[in-house]
């Protein structure tokens, strides 16, 4: 069955062709380790990680390059401000490495929370630096640049167009013009390839330009040829990266090789929180550590972002959660019914749940209706082994581990019991001051509370 994908290159929904049916060659923006992922963050490696199970379940051997930036990141994406890792330096009053090191690793954690297969090749900016050399000593023999007193720019100019993602039109608009920036910009599109360093500046390289260090846009070119050619299969990241991070990948790399460096651009949205952007003014940035404070282990946000497709924004809400937890909870109860089944079903059942799974995740990776089919699969009436090993067959797509699931008894403390036990009473005689003063001392000891028609309920944060 054929792999249907939107590429942000033709905007439309492309048949995927890979360049070589042998192995898929695939490479994602990482993250900036300044600080810990967010959720909206770490969606676009759900995202990333959907796309590789896909690939996988298809067959196809993988090939695919996640950068790690720890270094050369401004604040702005167009230039502007300062490193973000310098920034945090500052912040932590720590060296920038011991800061890089600290964060990417807090940020491999979370992609094993959230059980994200782990690209095959993982790429230091700052262990790649003779690479961006290299590759920029190239564009400039190509005769793509200039040179200001401390800048070596790509001149945007040169290309036969700039802005084939995003469509932005920006021929011959000067610096200055409209718009204010750099005025050692010749067109306002132009981009930092190499920067010589200020002597106060801490990550710093000796290099053809002096004690310098690369344009943040300059290591996913050179890392993304140096591990897979030009061109290769596919190109992921966030829609915040379209009009100007991936931009300037595509100007570097037809000013190295000629050519685009992929065939297919693949973009995740936005998650908003409450219906609107993430903001620390508005303290609803969360992390997985803060979700899990609030009772919802990382697996949990899996399943809410099979609520969306990944080209659609979503809406994070805490309500939302509450039903996508509800959701695993489902899955795996439903899984364990059938794992323990006796009862056969027909092979036209099962193959039947088999091609509509299998046409829902080549359609553009549609996680919303690939989980209408997990539960029918859930709710078969009739309780199969098979339809377990069904169950486990999808999970290589859907990621929640259930082949390893096995449900655990809460073993409570006799305090808490005790505790539950006076709150029932409570209830039962109308003693809602009492009621609720139980609630939260439990709240307070760690537990999330509910009430339902059996009584207490609590769960343990």
Known sequence: MEIKLYNTLTRTKDVFKPIDEKEIKMYSCGPTVYYYAHIGNLRAYVFMDNLRRVLKYNGYKLKHVMNITDVGHLVSDADEGEDKMLKAARRENKDPFEIANFYMDAFMKDMEKLNIDKPEIIARATEHIDVMESY?????????????????????SKLDKYGVLSNRKVDDQKAGARVEFDSNKKNISDFALWIKAPKNHIMKWDSFFGL????????????????????FDIH????????????????????FCGKIPANYW???????????????????????????????????????????????????????????????????????????????????????????FLEAINDDLNMPVAMSVVWDVVKNPIKSKRLADLLVKFDEVLGFD???????????????????????????????AESDRIRDLLIEKGYIVKDSKEGTIVEKK
């Open 402 to 432: 259930l082949q390893n699931y096995e449900k655990q008894e809460e073993v409570l403390p006799e305090e808490i019991k005790q505790l539950i036990s006076e709150r029932n009473n409570a209830r039962l005689e109308k003693n809602w």
């Open 266 to 356: 693949m973009h995740c949205e936005f998650l908003q929180v409450d219906g609107g952007k993430m903001s620390k003014s508005l303290n609803n940035i969360y992390t997985l550590d803060d979700l899990k404070e609030k009772g919802f282990e990382p697996l949990v946000y899996r399943m809410f972002n099979y609520s969306s497709n990944y080209r659609a924004q979503i809406n994070f809400t805490f309500e939302a959660m509450e039903a996508a937890k509800t959701a695993l909870g489902r899955l795996r109860e439903g899984y364990l019914k059938h794992k323990e089944g006796t009862d056969d079903v027909l092979e036209d059942v099962i193959k039947d749940y088999e091609n509509r």
């Open 212 to 231: 310098s260090y690369p344009g943040w846009h300059l290591e996913c070119s050179a890392m993304g040829y140096k591990y897979l050619g030009c061109p």
């Open 136 to 156: 920029v000593k190239k564009i400039i023999e190509n005769g793509y640049t200039y040179q200001t007193e401390d800048t070596i720019y790509f001149d945007t």
């Open 236 to 255: 992921t990241g966030g829609v915040d990266h379209i009009s100007i991070h991936h931009e300037n990948e595509i100007a570097q790399s037809k000013g």
